[in-house]
């Protein structure tokens, strides 16, 4: 089998900050959020984000198994990240790796403070993101597509955690670096919020940045949360909307 080798663009933003997918060093890539897709798990929610496309499923609270990771006064939280083998073009090695063991844990964490673990002790609550389709930032895609299903699984909760990467290339601090940006850029940061107090509960750097590159980046990031919860909050009332016209009749 051929070995799959990625070249590099020339230019990954032009002098007069356009990137490679034609954005604008602020522009999100197009994002689709869709929530209770899946009839056999208690919550669940669907983002398409660029070209990532991305399952969350939740399960719980329920009986934990094996009996000895039992939290007598709390919520056991678990979350998988994994990546399906068709995810990359370069096909992956089916099952679990240093990466998704990383970011499982990365993604829990992120998610931890906006549950009420308190509200259910001994049970767990199991997290599942399947990554369908693989274009760079699916841990922060992965954070908002699980918030949503905890949600849709009644799951009671301090508010949606969302999240979004944002990055440099150059001079340019840019938000939702895009695969090209993600492979051959100066820096990456993923970072989530829990938005009802705007608590930072995930903020990575991978890569050099100024002082005010980082000041910047990080106003860039908290103003892209904000307009993505928007999107959260949408999607989890579609549903409901819906419903209310077909009996209005409307």
């Known amino acids: 089998m051929p070995l799959y080798i990625e070249k590099k663009p020339e230019v990954l933003i032009t002098e007069e900050g356009i990137r490679t997918d034609g954005r604008k060093p602020r522009e999100l890539r197009p994002v689709r959020m869709t929530v209770g897709i899946l009839d056999k798990a208690d919550g669940s929610a669907f983002i398409e984000w660029g070209g990532n496309r991305i399952l969350a499923a939740v399960f719980g609270p329920r009986e934990v198994h094996p009996k000895h990771l039992v939290l007598p006064d709390k919520a056991l939280i678990r979350a998988r990240y994994n990546m399906a083998p068709f995810s990359t073009p370069e096909r992956k090695r089916p099952g679990p790796d240093r990466r998704s063991i990383e970011l499982s844990k990365v993604i829990r964490e992120a998610l931890r403070p906006a549950i009420f673990v308190e509200n259910y ?3 767990v609550i199991d997290i599942f993101i399947e990554v369908l389709r693989s274009d760079a930032g699916t841990r922060v895609a992965g954070v908002n597509a699980a918030s949503m299903a905890l949600a849709n699984a009644g799951i009671a909760m301090k508010g949606l955690v969302a999240a979004c990467a944002v990055g440099r290339v150059g001079d340019f601090v840019i938000c939702d670096p895009n695969h090209d940006e993600d ?3 100066d820096a990456d940061m993923p970072m989530a919020m829990l938005m009802e ?8 750097t991978d890569g050099p940045m100024t002082e005010s590159q980082f000041k910047e980046a990080l106003e ?4 892209a949360i904000r307009f993505l919860y ?3 909050k949408e999607a989890l009332k579609r549903p409901y909307q819906v419903i209310e016209r077909s009996v209005r009749g409307d």
């Open 121 to 123: 002790p001994g049970s």
């Open 183 to 185: 492979m051959w850029g």
């Open 197 to 204: 107090s705007e608590e930072i509960t995930l903020l990575q």
């Open 220 to 223: 860039l990031g908290r103003n």
């Open 230 to 232: 928007e999107m959260q």
